[in-house]
C-alpha cells in the first residue's frame, strides 16, 4: 500500500511569506505527527493528532506555526512571516492509533528561508 | 522527560561484517519502547527495528539485531553482514507506553559509512 506522501518536497520562500506543508498519512491511521529536522539533528517534534484534534501541540516553537487535520486524514503545517531559522526538513509520520504501532515517516518537505 | 544519547560520531565498517551502532537512554517512564530509524542521503526515516522495555527477548529483524540491557539503560544495534546500502544515518529513538504523549524523542544521529 502507499505510504506517508508529503509535499511539496521542496520549498524555497522568501523572509516574512505564508507557507503550508502537506502531509496525507498511510490509510486508515488514526495518529499523525509533524516532526522538525535541522541539519545534523534527529528529528524534533512539534505536535500531534488523534484524528481531527490536536493532541499535544507543546512542540511548536511559537504562535507563527499552525497545523490543522480537519478531516482526520490530511494535515496541514501552516507557518506565518517565516524566519530564516525556520529552514529546515519538516518530517510527518503516522501510526495506527495512540500506544500501538510505529510510526511511519513520509519524505519530508525541504524548507529554505531565504 | 527522555532523552536519547547517541555519542558515536561517525563509524566504518568493511562490507559483509557486522558493525554496532550504540544508544543510551534516560526516562522517568516505566513502559517504553525503543526504535532504530535509517536515514539514508535520499532523507527518508526508514523504521529498522522496535524494542518494548518489558520484552524478555532481544529484538531481530533479518539482519538487524537490538542489544538491549534494561539496567545498563542501553539499545544498541547491531547490523550483521553489512551491505553498501547500509551507508546512511541511523537514528535511535524512544517514546513512553502510557499516559497520552506519544511523541518520538530522537538522538543525534550516527553516520555510518560502508567500505567496499
Known amino acids: 500500500g502507499a505510504g506517508v506522501s508529503q509535499t511539496p518536497s521542496n520549498k524555497v520562500t522568501e523572509k516574512g511569506k505564508y507557507v503550508e506543508l502537506r502531509c496525507d498519512p498511510i490509510?486508515?491511521?488514526?495518529?499523525l505527527y509533524w516532526y522538525r529536522q535541522s541539519l545534523g539533528q534527529g528529528p524534533e517534534f512539534l505536535i500531534y493528532f488523534q484524528g481531527t484534534g490536536a493532541a499535544d501541540d507543546s512542540g511548536l516553537p511559537n504562535d507563527r506555526f499552525f497545523a490543522v487535520r480537519p478531516e482526520g486524514s490530511v494535515s496541514t503545517l501552516k507557518i506565518q512571516r517565516t524566519e530564516r531559522g525556520d529552514s529546515a526538513v519538516y518530517l510527518c509520520?503516522?501510526?495506527?492509533?495512540?500506544?500501538?504501532?510505529?510510526?511511519?515517516f513520509g519524505p519530508g518537505t525541504r524548507l529554505l528561508v531565504l | 522527560a527522555q532523552k536519547i544519547t547517541q555519542t558515536q560520531p561517525g563509524m566504518f565498517v568493511q562490507e559483509k561484517e557486522a558493525v554496532t551502532l550504540d544508544c543510551t537512554y534516560d526516562t522517568s517512564d516505566q513502559s517504553y519502547g525503543l526504535f532504530w530509524y535509517k536515514q539514508p542521503s535520499s532523507g527518508e526515516m526508514i523504521f529498522l527495528i522496535y524494542q518494548g522495555s518489558y520484552d524478555e527477548q532481544n529484538a531481530t529483524e533479518g539482519r538487524y539485531s537490538l542489544n538491549f540491557q534494561k539496567a545498563r539503560k542501553s539499545a544498541n544495534l547491531v547490523i550483521s553482514a553489512s551491505q553498501l546500502g547500509d551507508s546512511a544515518m541511523y537514528f535511535c529513538a524512544m517514546r513512553g507506553l502510557t499516559g497520552a504523549n506519544s511523541k518520538l524523542t530522537f538522538g543525534k544521529g550516527i553516520t555510518l559509512s560502508v567500505r567496499p
Open positions: 509520520a503516522s501510526s495506527p492509533g495512540t500506544h500501538a504501532g510505529t510510526q511511519y
Open positions: 490509510s486508515g491511521h488514526t495518529a
